[in-house]
């Protein structure tokens, strides 16, 4: 019997070894790729909460805008493609926008943790965290909410304690001013412009302790071509950092890509930023725009973002 089932034994070793593999958890000891991904998407609520909040859309702390209530609500067919679609990305830690909390986001990733902001709007900023992957939930960075008038940024740390250990901040910075001056007078500009300092600040503080880490998220800003250079978003991220550290777009030198064919936007607003130690565990070649089938994104209701990535090979 012991010889009999010795060829099983075999087959479902190898079978747990790419199963291992093809998910893309990073295991202790050895270099190892981890993969990052940011997704914005778009109103992602728990169905209750969709259910309740649909009833109306003025008044109240947590409530849905009105253009969003006069939309058909996510349908499980809907909420299917877009789990298929993060399915595809194999990404081990995803920075999420536009979510409710972790019962939203278990929808799409269901082989998951989560870390996500307390605020107690119905949009928060987090991060799905493949099942293998150690981490520590950081608090809240609410200076980048200007008083939770605008949303948290999310921390959080991976493999808290080893030698690759990593820092991560999530944003979902103020839209409204994607390629205007910071200065202009639109309340837009000056919300965006009051969060930079506390963006860059979070830089500064990862970068003076000799951290590895990324900045990942919605910026709603065009960071490669600011008209007001010297001044913008980017350049104050850079001027944040000390002598010897760097922090680099991993999309750079890439051409935009639209989600699908249907959509008018013509630039990047969602970025993958790494800095200090990680530039060096970036791996060249490895950023991707995950963009959806044209057939999936006429026929569901998915997101007005799509997902970026990138890989980096851990020490």
Known sequence: MA??????????????????????????????????????????????TALALRQRCLGGERRLPCDVVQDRPRSAA??????????????????????????????????????????????????????????RCDPDVESVSLGDRVRRGAAVTLFPGEARELHLLAVHLKSGCSRDRLDARSRSCRQLAGQAPAVARWVREQADAGHAFALLGDFNRDLRDEPDAGRGLWSQLQQALPA??????????????ACHSG??????????????PAVRWLRPGTFARHVYDDRDAHHFRLSDHCPLSISLRLR
């Open 3 to 48: 010889t009999a089932l010795r060829p099983l034994r075999v087959l479902l070793a190898a079978l747990l070894a790419l199963a291992t593999a093809a998910c893309g958890t990073v295991q202790a000891g050895g270099a190892r790729d981890l993969r990052l991904a940011t997704w914005n998407l778009e109103w992602l609520l728990s169905p209750d």
């Open 78 to 135: 809907d909420l299917g493609a877009l789990r298929r679609h993060g399915a595809t990305v194999r990404a081990d830690v995803v920075a999420l926008q536009e979510v409710e909390g972790p019962a939203a986001a278990a929808l799409l990733f269901p082989d998951h943790r989560f870390c996500f902001t307390q605020r107690r709007d119905v949009q928060n900023v987090g991060f799905a965290i493949r099942e293998g992957v150690p981490f």
């Open 244 to 257: 010897g550290v760097t922090l680099v777009d991993a999309g750079a030198g890439t051409p935009f890509r």
């Open 263 to 276: 959509q008018p936007f013509t630039r990047y607003i969602d970025y993958i930023l790494v800095g200090g």
